[in-house]
T-cell receptor, first 115, second 114 residues
């Protein structure tokens, strides 16, 4: 069973703090990892993609991947109230022999940034 | 990223009826997917819409309940058949293309079944 696990939260941080969101996955052959942000009543929007071990930074967002430990995290620096949303971790499932393109989503972590 | 148009954006339907949701992309894409997001839950993949052939369904989803068409590389439909209140969800189409498996989502269809 391919699984992606996230703490559902809510994770509450004060404005200006660093928010740390974590995700673990069970499929060792997964190669592509994504963080989506979903505001209430809206569809998911891509924030970050990461494919190799280490850190990837984009503005206030940093994704971290550790394939040996099977976890991926998202750091949000200088958190703003507008960052309040549900953050979905998604992992690609390669399948038995080919790239299926399918994503498996975690349950999502609700982030609340308080002014 | 591609521009994805999904319609209807929302609908209220009666039990036992069917609803067809359309997904139109402004460019040709290799892969299209349909997801369901039940209230307060994450996304669950229903099926991969294959161009010119039958869709590939995930465990727990069947063609009789969720028939899917994909006549070309820019368009797909999902039908929710013989609806019950348990089908009340948000249905989302997504597209992926190129390297990296990045998927982009339509705005979703919010379905309520009475």
């Amino acid at each position: 069973q391919k699984e992606v696990e996230q703490n559902s939260g809510p994770l509450s941080v004060p404005e200006g703090a660093i928010a740390s969101l974590n995700c673990t996955y069970s499929d060792r052959v997964s190669q592509s990892f994504f963080w989506y942000r979903q505001y209430s009543g809206k569809s998911p929007e891509l924030i970050m993609s990461i494919y190799s071990n280490g850190d990837k930074e984009d503005g206030r967002f940093t994704a971290q991947l550790n394939k040996a430990s099977q976890y991926v995290s998202l750091l949000i620096r200088d958190s703003q109230p507008s960052d309040s949303a549900t953050y979905l971790c998604a992992v690609s499932w390669r399948g038995l022999s080919s790239n299926t393109g399918k994503l498996i989503f975690g349950q999502g972590t609700t982030l609340q940034v308080k002014p | 990223s591609a521009v994805i148009s999904q319609k209807p954006s929302r609908d209220i339907c009666q039990r036992g009826t069917s609803l067809t949701i359309q997904c139109q992309v402004d460019s040709q894409v290799t892969m299209m997917f349909w997801y369901r997001q039940q209230p307060g839950q994450s996304l669950t993949l229903i099926a991969t819409a294959n161009q010119g052939s039958e869709a590939t369904y995930e465990s727990g989803f069947v063609i009789d309940k969720f028939p899917i068409s994909r006549p070309n590389l820019t368009f797909s439909t999902l039908t929710v058949s013989n609806m019950s209140p348990e089908d009340s969800s948000i249905y989302l189409c997504s597209v992926a293309g190129g390297s990296g498996n990045i998927q982009y989502f339509g705005a979703g269809t919010r379905l309520s079944v009475l």
